[in-house]
Structure formats: structure tokens, C-alpha cells
């Protein structure tokens, strides 16, 4: 793992290496090659203990190269079969720190070298992936930072026509679990306002237990969904990240009516879930029951507002209304004359 100092460089090893075990069931070792930047080897070693994940480390003093031979012996001796170094970066690109790099990289001979870029700086990243590429021929690219804006789109084309060599992942996010595959079609779909409906089908499928989704389509279908089960389905949808990049994924969301612009305000899903956890077991199966001191009760428990306890059981009676409703729709029966069903106003957005 090659780059300058703030690509992320020490940050992308970890969330490789959960993808790896995560994903791919593999058992990485975390190097920490990076002896000059002040913290680098406690970063990593923080990482490696918010993943229970093996790091190997040495003194400051150490040198990096005779540090990643030590690392690989280790490896083999205790059976791990990835190994991910991070070395060192710089505030530019400079002899001493291309000579470190050349000869780590012929001493371990690795199977990828990766060059973490910033795919917030735009030219410059060009420019950086050129300069390395001609150095050290690396294998790939990851791209950081791409959720921030859609420079990361252009970033990503020139660095691939300028070097020959392929982005291979993604950082999407802040969080250990936000780097992905990069597909080339799919970024082209996101910046086109396309969305990018197969990234949202694998996050669905990893995140969504299919057997239990069957469970609540039925209940759905049947009128007999509860606010449990409002509540675990809110929890499975916030596994699988933030509801604004969820919406970026839905081909034309962004052009619906009463999406366009729309604040996801995720601490509001905290608030939901705090109101729905201070009802007993009776009143989540049912909310009918829930008379002005059961109300008052949960208000404190909770430690929200009467008035949002009444709107967040309204909606959720519209939106077991609106249910029953799609149903007949597809069982063929007729609608009742009237109004059409009101559209939900979720208390998140």
C-alpha cells in the first residue's frame, strides 16, 4: 500500500483487510511499515483492535525494509494468508521515499502494489498515480473520499488512461466497512444521476437476511406488521449505510417528486427507535392500546415529545393503510372510491 501522506493510506489497509476476511474469508496481517509519521504504528494498531485483527509492529527505529521481512516470516509462521503493508507516505514525492519503496518491493516481491489516491484532489492525484506508476509500476489504484463529490468520476478516468493500470477499490465512506469493488459502469451510472441499482442489490443481499425479508412481506401482505418488526426493518436498511447514499443508488430518485433535495436526518431513525424501545412488548403488537398516559410514559422514557409519539403512530397506521390497500391492488380488487392513498412522510426525511 503506496501513497502520500492524507490519501488515507493506513485507514484503506484496514477497511481492505476487513473486506478480505469479511467478504472473502481470508486471514490478513496488518504491517506497520510506516516508522516516520508521528502515530502511524498506533493508528494501525488501533484499527487492528477495532477488527481483532493481527498487526505486526516494530520500534520506530527499525528499518521498514528488514520490518516487512520480519512481517512475512511471521505470516507464514502463524498461517495468515494475506499480508497488507502500509508504509510510508510523504508530503510529496521525493528520492528517499521511492528508494524505500523500491527496495521493499524487491524484497517481498508482493502479488499487488496499490496506490492510494485521493480522489478529492483532481489533477493532482492525476499527477501523483503517473509519477509512482513510472517508479514502481504499481498494480492498481484505490480512489479515496469518492462519496464526497463526483470529481472522484474524472479522477478516476485520467488516472486510468495516464497510467494503463486499473482503480480496483473504492473508499465510499469514513466507516471500516465503506470500501467496495470498483466498477467503472456503475460510477459512470451515479454521475449521470443514473443511480446504481446492482451496488444496491449486493448491499441489500449482505446486509438482509432473505428468509426474514419473506417473513415480513408476508405480514405485510396480511396487515399483522408490528413496530417490531417496523423496527427491525429500520435496522437492517441502516446496516446497509447512510439513507442518503442509499437514495443516490435508486435509479431517478433524485428527479421524484418529494425526493428531490430531501434532508435524511439519520438522528431522527434514532429518535424512532428510542420511542418504539420504551413501548412494552403488548404495545408494539398493539399500538391501539396506546391510550394519553401510555403516551405520556413512553414521551419520558424516550425522551421525546408527546406530539411526536402521536405522529409517528399516525404514520405508521398509513403506512399499514396504504399496505392493505397494495394488496387488493394486486389481488385484483377494486379500490375504494375516494382519495387516493396518502404518500408516507417518514420521520427521518
Known sequence: MIGLQGAGKTTTTGKLANLLRKKYNRKPLLVAADVYRPAAIDQLETLGKQLSMPVYAEDTDANPVDIVNNAMEHAKEEHLDYVLIDTAGRLHIDNDLMDELVQIKQNVDPDEVFLVVDSMTGQDAVNVAESFNEQLEISGVILTKLDGDTRGGGAALSIKAVTDKPIKFAGVGEKLDQIEVFHPER???????????????EKAQENVDEKRAKELEEKMRTATFTLDDFLEQMGQVKNMGPLDELMDLIPGANKMKGLKNVDFDEKQIAHVEAIIQSMTTKERQEPSLMNASRRKRIAK??????????RLLKQFEEMKKMMKQMTNMQQGKKGKKGKKPKGLNFPFM
Do not use: K
Not at 187 to 201: E, H, P, Q, T, Y
Not at 301 to 310: C, K, Y
Open 187 to 201: 460510477m459512470a451510472s451515479r454521475i449521470l444521476g443514473m443511480g446504481d441499482v446492482l451496488s444496491l442489490i
Open 301 to 310: 422514557g424516550s425522551g421525546r415529545s408527546v406530539s411526536e409519539i402521536n
